[in-house]
C-alpha cells in the first residue's frame, strides 16, 4: 500500500480483555516498530523487527505485551488481560534497512486503545 | 543506553519570528539524529536527519538543525515561523555503534506560532 496502515483506528475494551492491533508496513520495508503514545507523553520504545533477526523486545512493559511479525510483513500486537493504564496510541511505523540504519520510519494513522 | 531530551514542552512564537525547538541526547556511540513533526489529528511525518558530514541540515518545510558533537544537541530551527507550523515536535536518536533500529524519541516539544 501506500502508507503503514493500522486497524483498527479505535478500539474500546473492557479491562481483563485481551486485544489484537495490527499493522501493515509499506511494501518492501522490512524494519518494523511499535510504540505506545499516552496522553501528554512522547513516543514509548515497545518493540522493532528488522528482517529474519531476533526482535528487539527491550521496550515492552510486561509479560503480558508480545508482538509478532508474520511473513516478514504484517505485524501484531497483543496486549493479554489489558489495564486501564494501557489506554494510549499504539503507533507503528517501518523503513528500509538504509546503511546500518541510517533511515526515517514512515508511520501509521495509530490504533487508539481504551480500556474501560 | 540512548536517551533524548527536549526540554521545552512549549514553545511560543509570533508568526514570522524565528524559531528554535530544542533537543539535546545522550548515546554511547555516534548518533543518527531525527526530527518529526505530528500536525493535529495526523500522524507522525518524518521532517529531517542527521547521519553524517555536514553538520547543518535541511529539511522539509525550510526547517534545518544543527548537530553539535560537544553539546550533544540538534536544535531544530526555521528562519520565519508560519502559523501552520503550529504542531507537537519529536527529536529521536538512534545509536550508530549498536547498529540496530531502536530509536528513542523524546517527549516532544509543541510550538505555538500566533499570527
Known amino acids: 500500500g501506500a502508507g503503514v496502515s493500522q486497524s483498527p483506528s479505535n478500539k474500546v475494551t473492557e479491562k481483563g480483555k485481551d486485544v489484537e492491533l495490527r499493522c501493515d508496513p509499506i511494501?518492501?520495508?522490512?524494519?518494523l516498530y511499535w510504540y505506545r503514545q499516552s496522553l501528554g507523553q512522547g513516543l514509548e520504545f515497545l518493540i522493532y523487527?528488522?528482517?529474519?533477526?531476533?526482535?528487539?523486545k527491550s521496550g515492552l512493559p510486561s509479560d503480558r505485551f508480545s508482538a509478532e511479525r508474520t511473513g516478514g510483513s504484517v505485524s501484531t500486537l497483543t496486549i493479554q488481560r489489558t489495564q486501564q493504564e494501557d489506554s494510549a496510541v499504539y503507533l507503528c511505523?517501518?523503513?528500509?534497512?538504509?546503511?546500518?540504519?541510517?533511515?526515517?520510519?514512515?508511520f501509521g494513522q495509530g490504533t487508539r486503545l481504551t480500556v474501560v | 543506553a540512548q536517551s533524548v531530551a527536549q526540554p521545552e514542552d512549549q514553545v511560543n512564537v509570533a508568526e514570522g519570528n524565528p524559531l528554535t525547538v530544542k533537543c539535546t541526547y545522550s548515546?554511547?556511540?555516534?548518533?543518527?539524529l531525527f526530527w518529526y513533526v505530528q500536525y493535529p489529528n495526523r500522524g507522525l511525518q518524518f521532517l529531517l536527519k542527521?547521519?553524517?558530514?555536514?553538520?547543518l541540515v535541511k529539511g522539509s518545510y525550510g526547517f534545518e538543525a544543527e548537530f553539535n558533537k560537544s553539546q550533544t544537541s540538534f536544535h531544530l530551527k526555521k528562519p520565519s515561523a508560519l502559523v501552520s507550523d503550529s504542531a507537537l515536535y519529536f527529536c529521536?536518536?538512534?545509536?550508530?555503534?549498536?547498529?540496530?533500529?531502536?530509536?528513542?524519541f523524546g517527549a516532544g516539544t509543541r510550538l505555538f506560532v500566533k499570527a
Open positions: 511494501s518492501g520495508h522490512t524494519a
Open positions: 542527521y547521519i553524517t558530514g555536514d553538520n
Open positions: 523487527f528488522q528482517g529474519n533477526s531476533a526482535p528487539d
Open positions: 511505523a517501518s523503513s528500509l534497512v538504509g546503511q546500518g540504519g541510517n533511515t526515517e520510519a514512515f
Open positions: 529521536a536518536v538512534r545509536d550508530k555503534r549498536a547498529g540496530g533500529f531502536k530509536t528513542i
Open positions: 548515546v554511547s556511540g555516534n548518533p543518527y
